[in-house]
């Protein structure tokens, strides 16, 4: 297979998650675009429920909890994430109100018009945007807010090596203008969006991960699956220096109506 036919999907999981679990991210963001995020959400108090889907670690979770009151449940399907959470949120005092809990965001634990506010960074590709939108409105309240970074792209034509490698990765990367129209449509007021910042991955992401692979690649030293893992991981970095004026990930806050 070629290296650019591969999909982080396509490698072991348990791989992937070990891999992660050494950085304080698992996607591309920051606190600045968290923050930014939020200023555009003004029904929170200490009465709020708060979900936070594919939460990975936490690294956004407790600047959402550092920023505002009300209690936050971080959902994620990997156990080792969700441990790792909950000793986040225990090492800042946070334990009372943020919870880390195992579960599918194709399943979600919660009741009909119980939350106040979902969020999502980076991870909602795992159901599809337009299902995870449209699935997990009923959990809102009436007047609840959604907020979602997801990959977008910037302009109406890409060059064909990024369009081939995202179609391939997930087929669901779109317009902002699209995907607007897909929240109006599932039930929203488009009350927000904004590109994330070129450091958001360079120095967020990528620039971590950059440490994290030499480690990897001594510790499994002659593994192909590991090799191939980690050239992948490289190459997706490389496209991102070279056709970051084409795409990148897009925060989309949403209101229920
Ligand atoms: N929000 C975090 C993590 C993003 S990575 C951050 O921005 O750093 C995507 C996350 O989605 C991973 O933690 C992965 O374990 C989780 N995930 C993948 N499939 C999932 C599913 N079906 N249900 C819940 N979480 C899932």
């Known amino acids: 297979m070629e290296k650019d036919d ?66 936050i449940r971080g959902i994620d399907l990997f156990p080792a994430f969700i441990e790792q959470f909950n000793l986040n949120a225990a090492k ?17 634990p919660f009741r009909e018009e119980e939350l106040d506010l979902i969020w999502s960074e980076g991870a909602i590709y795992n159901i599809g945007f337009n299902r995870g939108i449209n699935e997990w409105r009923r959990f809102l309240k ?28 997930y087929p669901e990367i779109d317009t902002i203008s699209s995907k607007v129209y897909q929240m109006q449509k599932a039930g929203y007021i488009p009350v927000a969006t904004f590109i994330l910042p070129e450091n958001c991955w360079i ?10 692979q030499d480690e990897f690649l001594s510790k499994y030293k002659g593994d ?24 990148g990930y897009v925060f989309y806050i949403g209101k229920k109506i």
Not at 92 to 108: A, H
Not at 142 to 166: D, L, M, N, Q, V
């Open 203 to 212: 120095d967020n992401f990528y620039v971590p991960q950059v440490n994290r």
């Open 92 to 108: 800042l005092n946070l334990k009372e109100r943020v919870k880390g809990l195992l579960g599918d965001m194709k399943n979600l």
């Open 6 to 71: 591969k999909s982080i999907h396509k490698f072991d999981f348990n791989l992937i998650c070990e891999y992660f679990l050494g950085l304080e991210r698992q996607g591309p963001g920051s606190a600045e675009a968290t923050i930014k995020a939020l200023s555009f959400i003004d029904n929170l108090s200490k009465e709020s429920n708060i979900a936070d889907i594919g939460c990975g670690t936490g690294g956004q979770t407790m600047i959402i909890a550092k920023n505002i009151e009300g209690k």
């Open 142 to 169: 009436k007047g609840g807010y959604i907020a979602i970074s997801e990959a977008s792209w910037f302009t109406e034509k890409r060059p064909e090596e990024i369009e081939k490698f995202w179609l391939e990765a």
């Open 224 to 247: 192909k699956t590991v090799e191939d893992f980690i050239a992948n991981e490289r190459f997706e970095a490389q496209l991102y220096y070279k056709y970051k004026e084409y795409y």
